[in-house]
């Protein structure tokens, strides 16, 4: 039985040449475009700066709140700026208080909370839950924006207690 040859392997290659041609129209019908619109453009007398006004960007209004390390992972206290509060079930509600009066004085202000790396985290959580109710009593004050507050939060976390030992 006689074989049939097998069809020699076509060669694939990419013919450039209508690409080429195609990118060349393109680049003379955006030169002559141009041209047009050129002569087409009205003259324009723009006005002169007498004085320059610079306007200052606003710093974010923010508040440091501080969880005090404590022995074995625990939590000796919270520091909201300078003024502290103990880790207690009243604690919390005063440093809840606190926030609230915080927020109704500026409802974006942003917390940035500072943990220890060696704190548990059960002693952090109760300030996240602090600042969502405070920003919720803040936003059913009479004087509350109508859009409500919404709390913002940055947790950073430190490897050395000794940062939690001066002001804040």
């Known amino acids: 039985m006689a074989r049939k040859p097998l069809p020699a392997i076509a060669k694939i290659e990419a013919n450039l040449t209508p690409m080429i ?21 009205a003259p324009l007398e723009l ?8 306007e200052e960007g606003r710093e974010e209004a923010r508040v440091v709140l501080s969880v005090l390390p404590g022995e074995n992972g625990r939590a000796r ?5 300078l003024d502290e509060f103990p880790a207690s ?5 005063m440093l809840t208080e606190a926030l609230s009066a915080l927020y ?3 409802p974006t202000l942003a917390v940035n ?3 220890d790396r060696s704190t548990h985290y059960e002693w952090i959580s109760p300030c996240f839950r602090a600042a969502t109710t405070a920003a919720t009593l803040a936003a059913n004050a ?6 409500g507050i919404v709390p913002r939060m940055n947790l950073v976390v430190t490897s050395a207690s000794t940062a939690f030992r001066g002001g804040s």
Do not use: K, Q
């Not at 393109?26 to 141009?34: D, E, H, Q």
């Not at 006005?47 to 006004?53: F, I, N, Q, S, Y």
């Open 47 to 54: 006005p002169e700066v007498r004085a320059g006004v610079v």
């Open 113 to 115: 909370l500072r943990a």
């Open 142 to 147: 009479p004087n509350a924006p109508s859009e």
């Open 77 to 81: 206290g919270y520091r909201l700026d």
């Open 21 to 41: 041609d195609v990118s060349f129209l393109l680049i003379v019908f955006f030169v002559l475009v141009s041209r047009i619109s050129d002569a087409e453009r």
């Open 89 to 93: 079930p009243d604690g919390l509600v």
């Open 104 to 106: 109704r004085g500026n």
